[in-house]
């Protein structure tokens, strides 16, 4: 029997979920059309990865994959209708969806701003009072509504550069609203994957938690995980040179740990909207310099004769705003862990990544599902979920986040691999 490391997003160790029921979203046979294309720099003609790509007058939307490519299922009542493509730091722009042809590559222009001393000093001159100010307008700036989200996720182990395990599903995300302290919650609606064990040696990795993983990077929903008011202290605040998205001016707040303390904390930066003080996004990681603390918060099981640490652990979560309220929208996760067997002369590194994309919603009370082993909890393990890979049929007018090159060319051996069998 193959030994198994359970490998968790820290967000998941104190969390209880509160089982409701969701009415899963029925298939229809709405007519849509497919458009796919790549998003660059205008300057340099590099991909601009993570970029959001949303339908006018809509709630459906997607970004681009780590090379910059899309792919948007838009139903048939948007076909005269109008798409806009967003970057941080860059400038919006829209374009009608009846101009857009397949493969077209979509450039951006860089949007640069200089930090502006007067506008800092009107709200304060300290970036940790202006953080604790943004984490406290959760109530007034973030939806307050239940909303019943449909949302992509991909989650993807890798052995030095070689796909190990793939798994996909589309969910229904039942998200609380901002302004009460209860739990999101998700349903399983399509789930497909492989997992190749003669990649992964005498181990079996699994990430625990799957898509709440991704879930609980919603600093705002979830401050505690990353900041409370015991750990705000050990942190260093500063400002950074500010932005702009969708022509509205950022402020960028850096944060890191103070140097006289141990426990692994976080490091990265806070995009804060400059009028509202709405955190738009955030980039941060984790400090894994303490190996044996870094461990303890993310390793599950091992075997004894093992030691695992990680190298790297990294989260992106953006935001998006309608009707003048925001919401999560998107987030990343990428884990890197060195695996070593004693006596043994080499290591082996592996990667678990992971992110999910809302890609429609609705404002829906409705809390109703018939099949209830259809719920995600935040100790599942998505792998064991899903079933295997199908023809590209298999998910209909879902909007799904383009796979990367590498990840298509293992969709595409699996896919020969059920041809021969």
């Given at each position: 029997?193959?030994?198994?490391?359970?490998?968790?997003?820290?967000?998941?160790?104190?969390?209880?979920?509160?089982?409701?029921?969701?009415?899963?979203?029925?298939?229809?046979?709405?007519?849509?059309?497919?458009?796919?294309?790549?998003v660059i720099d205008s300057n340099?003609?590099?991909?601009?990865?993570?970029?959001?790509?949303?339908?006018?007058?809509?709630?459906?939307?997607?970004?681009?994959?780590?090379?910059?490519?899309?792919?948007?299922?838009?139903?048939?009542?948007?076909?005269?209708?109008?798409?806009?493509?967003?970057?941080?730091?860059?400038?919006?722009?829209?374009?009608?969806?009846?101009?857009?042809?397949?493969?077209?590559?979509?450039?951006?222009?860089?949007?640069?701003?200089?930090?502006?001393?007067?506008?800092?000093?009107?709200?304060?001159?300290?970036?940790?009072?202006?953080?604790?100010?943004?984490?406290?307008?959760?109530?007034?700036?973030?939806?307050?509504?239940?909303?019943?989200?449909?949302?992509?996720?991909?989650?993807?182990?890798?052995?030095?550069?070689?796909?190990?395990?793939?798994?996909?599903?589309?969910?229904?995300?039942?998200?609380?609203?901002?302004?009460?302290?209860?739990?999101?919650?998700?349903?399983?609606?399509?789930?497909?994957?492989?997992?190749?064990?003669?990649?992964?040696?005498?181990?079996?990795?699994?990430?625990q938690g799957g898509p709440f993983?991704?879930?609980?990077?919603?600093?705002?929903?979830?401050?505690?995980?990353?900041?409370?008011?015991?750990?705000?202290?050990?942190?260093?605040?500063?400002?950074?040179?500010?932005?702009?998205?969708?022509?509205?001016?950022?402020?960028?707040?850096?944060?890191?740990?103070?140097?006289?303390?141990?426990?692994?904390?976080?490091?990265?930066?806070?995009?804060?909207?400059?009028?509202?003080?709405?955190?738009?996004?955030?980039?941060?990681?984790?400090?894994?310099?303490?190996?044996?603390?870094?461990?303890?918060?993310?390793?599950?099981?091992?075997?004894?004769?093992?030691?695992?640490?990680?190298?790297?652990?990294?989260?992106?979560?953006?935001?998006?705003?309608?009707?003048?309220?925001?919401?999560?929208?998107?987030?990343?996760?990428?884990?890197?862990?060195?695996?070593?067997?004693?006596?043994?002369?080499?290591?082996?590194?592996?990667?678990?990544?992971?992110?999910?994309?809302?890609?429609?919603?609705?404002?829906?009370?409705?809390?109703?599902?018939?099949?209830?082993?259809?719920?995600?909890?935040?100790?599942?393990?998505?792998?064991?979920?899903?079933?295997?890979?199908?023809?590209?049929?298999?998910?209909?007018?879902?909007?799904?986040?383009?796979?990367?090159?590498?990840?298509?060319s293992a969709i595409k051996k699996?896919?020969?691999?059920?041809?021969?069998?």
């Amino acid at each position: 029997m193959k030994n198994v490391i359970r490998l968790s997003i820290i967000y998941v160790c104190s969390l209880f979920l509160f089982i409701v029921n969701i009415k899963a979203q029925t298939e229809t046979t709405e007519v849509f059309k497919e458009i796919e294309g790549k998003v660059i720099d205008s300057n340099s003609k590099d991909p601009l990865i993570f970029t959001d790509i949303l339908i006018n007058d809509s709630n459906i939307s997607t970004v681009t994959n780590t090379d910059g490519e899309f792919l948007i299922k838009i139903p048939e009542k948007y076909f005269d209708g109008i798409i806009t493509f967003s970057h941080l730091g860059y400038q919006k722009k829209e374009i009608l969806i009846s101009l857009i042809n397949n493969n077209d590559k979509i450039t951006l222009t860089p949007a640069i701003t200089e930090l502006d001393e007067i506008n800092i000093l009107t709200i304060t001159k300290n970036a940790r009072a202006l953080v604790i100010e943004t984490l406290s307008k959760k109530s007034e700036l973030y939806n307050t509504e239940n909303t019943l989200m449909t949302a992509f996720y991909r989650e993807t182990i890798k052995k030095r550069r070689q796909n190990a395990s793939l798994s996909e599903a589309v969910l229904k995300i039942h998200k609380q609203p901002y302004n009460n302290q209860r739990n999101d919650h998700i349903v399983l609606v399509k789930a497909r994957k492989n997992t190749d064990y003669s990649k992964l040696d005498t181990l079996a990795l699994k990430l625990q938690g799957g898509p709440f993983s991704n879930l609980y990077t919603d600093i705002i929903k979830y401050p505690e995980y990353i900041f409370t008011e015991e750990n705000l202290p050990l942190y260093n605040f500063s400002y950074d040179n500010s932005t702009r998205i969708n022509d509205k001016l950022i402020y960028v707040v850096n944060f890191k740990q103070k140097e006289n303390n141990t426990t692994p904390l976080y490091f990265g930066k806070l995009y804060i909207d400059a009028e509202t003080l709405a955190l738009t996004n955030a980039v941060y990681g984790l400090n894994v310099s303490n190996r044996e603390l870094s461990s303890q918060m993310y390793v599950r099981k091992k075997p004894r004769k093992v030691d695992v640490y990680p190298t790297e652990a990294n989260y992106r979560v953006n935001y998006r705003i309608k009707d003048g309220k925001w919401q999560y929208a998107y987030s990343n996760i990428s884990l890197t862990f060195k695996v070593n067997w004693k006596g043994k002369l080499f290591n082996n590194i592996y990667t678990l990544s992971s992110e999910m994309a809302v890609t429609d919603w609705e404002v829906n009370n409705n809390k109703i599902v018939k099949n209830r082993n259809q719920i995600l909890r935040p100790t599942s393990i998505m792998s064991e979920k899903a079933s295997g890979f199908s023809d590209p049929r298999f998910w209909g007018p879902y909007n799904i986040i383009e796979p990367e090159k590498s990840i298509e060319s293992a969709i595409k051996k699996i896919q020969k691999q059920l041809k021969r069998t």
